[in-house]
C-alpha cells in the first residue's frame, strides 16, 4: 500500500499534468497539447490516437471553431497505478463556451495514468469520456 505522502505527491503532479493539458484546451494550442501528451495514448470516445502527429491533428481540427471556451475540473481521486512507477487520476470536467455570454458544452470525465518516464512524471494514457454534449 502506498503511504498518504506519496498519494498526496501523486495527486499534486497529476493536477499538474491535468491543469497543463486543459490549459492547451482553454488556449486551443494543438503544439502544446502534442508536447504535454507526446508519450501518451490519447482516448477520445471511440478514437484512439497513439503518435504526436496523430493527437496535434485531432486537436487541430477539435479547437478550430473559434469561440473561446474554459474547462472546471473536479472531483480529483487518485489511485495506485498496476505497474510500478505509475499512478491513475480521475476527474470530472465540464466546458464552457463563451457565445459571448457562457454556455455549458460539455460534462465528462478524465481518466489519467501517469507514469515515470526518463526521470520524469508524464501522462501515458489520457482517456476523455465526453458523458454529455451540447453542439
Given at each position: 500500500m502506498t503511504s498518504l505522502e506519496t498519494m498526496a505527491?501523486?495527486?499534486?503532479?497529476?493536477?499538474?499534468?491535468?491543469y497543463?493539458?486543459?490549459q492547451t484546451s482553454d488556449t486551443k494550442d494543438p503544439k502544446a497539447?502534442?508536447?504535454?501528451?507526446s508519450d501518451?495514448?490519447?482516448i477520445f470516445g471511440d478514437t484512439r490516437l497513439e503518435t504526436p502527429d496523430a493527437i496535434e491533428?485531432?486537436?487541430s481540427k477539435l479547437w478550430s471553431p473559434p469561440e473561446p471556451h474554459r474547462h472546471a475540473i473536479t472531483n480529483v481521486q487518485v489511485?495506485?497505478?498496476s505497474l510500478p512507477e505509475t499512478f491513475v487520476l480521475?476527474?470530472?470536467y465540464q466546458r464552457d463556451e463563451f457565445r459571448p455570454d457562457p454556455v455549458r458544452t460539455t460534462l465528462g470525465t478524465y481518466t489519467v495514468t501517469i507514469g515515470l518516464t526518463n526521470g520524469s512524471w508524464r501522462i501515458l494514457e489520457l482517456n476523455?469520456?465526453?458523458m454529455w454534449h451540447q453542439p
Open positions: 505527491l501523486y495527486r499534486h503532479i497529476g493536477e499538474s499534468l491535468l497543463a493539458y486543459a497539447a502534442r508536447d504535454i501528451l501518451a495514448v490519447l491533428a485531432h486537436f489511485f495506485e497505478g480521475t476527474a470530472n476523455i469520456n465526453r
